[in-house]
């Protein structure tokens, strides 16, 4: 009896002495918008007590798991009104948020929260461009494009005027993974890279990540940039739509089952082709000959997202996109004795994907995505031509074709895995299915059809990642990572361990320090000898004879919150790249006597540079002033000697500036003024005549020949590249739609910017402001002259385009 009295007070003083630690609860839902009902991606949840915190992810979801007691939720989302909940957490809870919009409120202030603000994230190089930003910024022609905005970022270059390409801190284009919608989209572009296949009337949210990348993200060396549809309102049906100078737009979103289900349809069309038919029939009239060339394209997308539980999600979404370039030509004239003519000539490139995903909640800290996709980008040049002889009563069919192109099967799971405010773990899998289509020719005469050229080439591709976002102390938050990724080809299996490493110290309650390193591999690459971001370029696997890309990057820098709506970062970085491709000197695309692997060369990349980013998202004035000063340069064995050059999208300097201005409610301004250091070139510098050494003597005396020697591989720049864009919006909003009269100006002040250099030859004087090249004499008595011809390629353009929404 006397033991067991000693051994309750025992423990009965143990319990006295120590704080039995506090039952932890849940609070887990979905952040959207009250009247879309879109999920609100990056929206951010904390209590006020203790400042503990989180966001929600690609789909809305959120998770917070807090001790019992007393809780002061507030949920924020830049652009929309700040909700709080309060009330007692003694148990889980489900609570889903629909935040409201700014524009619908009358009166309303929306200012970055604690939990929001730049400095607080360990995410760095991480752009989002708020779609609103997107369509007010001035635009080429009045057609809204995503990538000419991003382009517009310090650190990121265009491929040349006009061009919707993308250069990422000295990488090449193919070192991009642009995804829509989780699929991976091939080619960007229509109308030769003028403008991007996004629509911006489908879009929801935009990230671009040009650095510190997290495990999760991999595939390719430079840039992931992450685009995603919306999913179409739940609650009423809306659309919007333009017409202007290039193309016309309509969408049209709305509920299939309200609150369970929706559907979204965007389409867009050019129609230089229809326009102009009367005027080519009118110059074909006195012809016998009828030609008809014309080009076009247009872009569909199309989602469906249905809710079947609480815990449960399906989403399927498309897209489709073609550009065709055509010349037609028909005779006119037919009798019994002679022959008629048909043939089609042209060009053809696009995309098509599709995605299928699954959301499932398994349990309140645990969410999961499973994710099915197809991508297919294909390319065509071809000749078709159509002979029929009245005589004989014959017809003949000549077919060409060269086809190019990639298709990808792909699966992935991804899971989010919130334990507590402390850590956010994400990990997952995925698995894709490459054809290769490098590059094929195929004839069809007398209905007999004839493959030569390029094999396909079918590979695999895996991939394994975890990454856990931890919160050390009050100041110190670390993003650990590790992807694992392999690739298999050709009885080859090519495999990397990618780590990845991330940290945010804040210096004070307004200033955080940062720094990243991240290892990334590529096993898909890009053949391209052209400024354009053109049809004709290649997609290309890594085979036994070629090696995977590789990068290796360092970016440290500061991040500054102030006067609650200004964010204000400087980063330096320093990335190198192994294993880039390049095609030899004198090769060509189109060569099918020879395989594509015989035509590239690898070597290794380089770049490094600070950028200087200020922001401003909120507000009735917002905008961006960006500056980039970089270095990029190349080294490839069996070019240049051997030595380094510069990179051909090698600016020193590169400066943006994007301002946007509400006037009430009824007008709204924009401009955007950017100025870069001119692009490098190779040139050639002399030219000189020599005996020729196949035939040395003719009839006519001795054979010469002329041979041109050349600059070091762009050893020589451009003039400087700046324009001014400007547009005003005259909005009116009507009983039952919304209509706005949109007039822009391109290049403002008609600066005439180089889009590339040709070389002329004179024998007359040339006058000073030209750089000219006397050449030697050689065999010859006369001396021969050189210069250099800038060409531009727009002037000044004014554009009117009329948008509605209902």
Not at 184 to 213: M, Q, R, T, W
Not at 271 to 297: C, K, M, T
Not at 308 to 314: F, H, K, V
Not at 345 to 352: E, P
Request: with cysteine; proline share 4%; net charge neutral.
């Amino acid at each position: 009896m006397q033991l067991l009295c000693c051994v309750g007070t025992g423990l009965y003083a143990q319990s006295a002495g120590q704080q039995l630690p506090a039952k932890r609860y849940t609070i887990s839902g979905y952040m959207r918008d009250s009247l879309s009902t879109e999920s609100l991606i990056g929206a951010t949840l904390y209590n006020r007590s203790d400042m503990l915190g989180t966001s929600s992810n690609q789909y809305g979801f959120y998770s917070l798991t807090l001790p019992e007691g007393w809780v002061d939720l507030v949920y924020s989302y830049v652009g929309y009104a700040t909700q709080v909940r309060s009330f007692m957490l003694d148990r889980d809870v489900v609570i889903d948020v629909d935040m409201v919009g700014s524009l619908t409120l009358e009166e309303v202030v929306v200012t970055a929260r604690k939990s929001d603000r730049i400095q607080d994230r360990t995410q760095m190089s991480a752009l989002n461009v708020p779609i609103a930003q997107v369509k007010a910024a001035p635009a080429l022609l009045g057609e809204v494009d995503v990538l000419k905005v991003l382009q517009l970022m310090p650190g990121i270059q265009s491929g040349g005027e006009g061009s919707s390409g993308l250069y990422v801190r000295g990488g090449g284009p193919d070192q991009n993974l642009i995804l829509l919608d989780g699929v991976p989209v091939y080619n960007a572009s229509h109308l030769f890279g003028f403008f991007s296949v996004f629509n911006a009337d489908a879009i929801n949210s935009i990230e671009l990540l040009k650095g510190g990348f997290p495990a999760r993200h991999g595939g390719r060396i430079s840039s992931v940039i992450d685009i995603n549809m919306k999913e179409g309102n739940m609650q009423q049906f809306h659309g919007e739509g333009s017409i202007g100078i290039v193309a016309s737009r309509l969408t049209i979103e709305g509920p299939i089952l309200k609150d369970r289900s929706s559907f979204i349809v965007s389409a867009r069309r050019t129609y230089v082709d229809l326009l102009a038919r009367p005027f080519i029939a009118a110059a074909n009239s006195e012809s016998s000959q009828e030609v008809v060339p014309g080009y076009y394209f247009y872009d569909l997308n199309a989602k469906i997202n249905h809710r079947i539980s609480a815990n449960d999600r399906i989403y399927l979404s498309a897209y489709m996109g073609n550009d065709k370039f055509y010349v037609e030509t028909e005779d006119k004239d037919e009798d019994y004795y002679t022959t008629h003519s048909k043939s089609d000539v042209g060009l053809t490139w696009g995309n098509i994907t599709a995605a299928f995903r699954w959301n499932h909640v398994f349990t309140n800290q645990l969410f999961g995505n499973t994710t099915l996709t197809y991508s297919r980008y294909r390319m065509n040049i071809y000749m078709k031509e159509w002979v029929k002889n009245s005589y004989e009563n014959t017809e003949q069919y000549i077919g060409l074709d060269y086809l190019s192109g990639i298709e990808d099967w792909s699966g992935r799971v991804a899971f989010d895995y919130l334990p507590s405010p402390n850590h956010y773990i994400r990990f997952g899998g995925s698995f894709t299915y490459h054809t290769f289509n490098p590059g094929s020719i195929g004839v069809t005469a007398e209905n007999i059809p004839i493959d030569f050229g390029g094999a396909k080439t079918r590979t695999q591709e895996y991939s394994l990642y975890v990454e856990d976002d931890l919160r050390l102390s009050d100041r110190l938050k670390v993003n650990a990572g590790l992807r694992w990724s392999a690739f298999g080809v050709r009885g080859e299996l090519y495999h990397a361990l990618q780590p990845r490493l991330a940290a945010r110290y804040l210096l004070t309650d307004d200033l955080s320090a940062k720094a990243a390193y991240s290892r990334m591999a590529q096993y898909v690459h890009l053949l391209t000898n052209s400024n354009l971001g053109m049809p004709t370029d290649l997609w290309v696997p890594t085979t036994d004879l070629l090696r995977p890309q590789r990068s290796d990057q360092v970016t440290a820098g500061f991040a500054y919150n102030f006067l609650s709506e200004y964010e204000l970062s400087l980063e330096g970085y320093y990335k190198t790249m192994d294993n880039v491709l390049e095609y030899k000197e004198g090769t060509s695309v189109f060569d099918v006597h020879s395989q594509w692997e015989d035509k590239v060369l690898q070597g290794e990349g380089r770049s490094y540079g600070v950028e200087l980013f200020a922001q401003k998202k909120t507000g009735t004035f917002t905008g961006w002033i960006g500056y980039t000063l970089s270095w990029s340069d190349r080294q490839f064995d069996a070019l240049n000697h051997g030595k380094r050059f510069s990179y051909k999208y090698d600016r020193r300097h590169d400066v943006s500036v994007v301002l946007m201005k509400k006037f009430g409610k009824k007008v709204e301004a924009s401009a955007t003024w950017v100025f870069g250091t001119g692009n490098s070139a190779t040139v050639p510098v002399s030219v000189f005549h020599t005996v020729d050494p196949i035939y040395p003597t003719t009839e006519f005396g001795s054979g010469q020949i002329s041979v041109t020697e050349y600059s070091e591989r762009n050893a020589y720049r451009m003039a400087p590249y700046h324009r001014l864009d400007l547009s005003v919006s005259l909005i009116k909003k009507k009983r039952l739609y919304e209509r706005r009269w949109i007039f822009g100006v391109f290049n403002a002040y008609n600066r005439r910017n180089p889009y590339f250099v040709n070389i002329v030859k004179e024998s007359n004087y040339i006058p000073e402001d030209f750089f000219s090249i006397i050449m030697p004499p050689g065999y010859l008595s006369e001396q021969v002259r050189y210069r250099y011809w800038q060409v531009s390629l727009f002037p000044i353009i004014p554009s009117v385009s009329y948008q509605f929404k209902f």
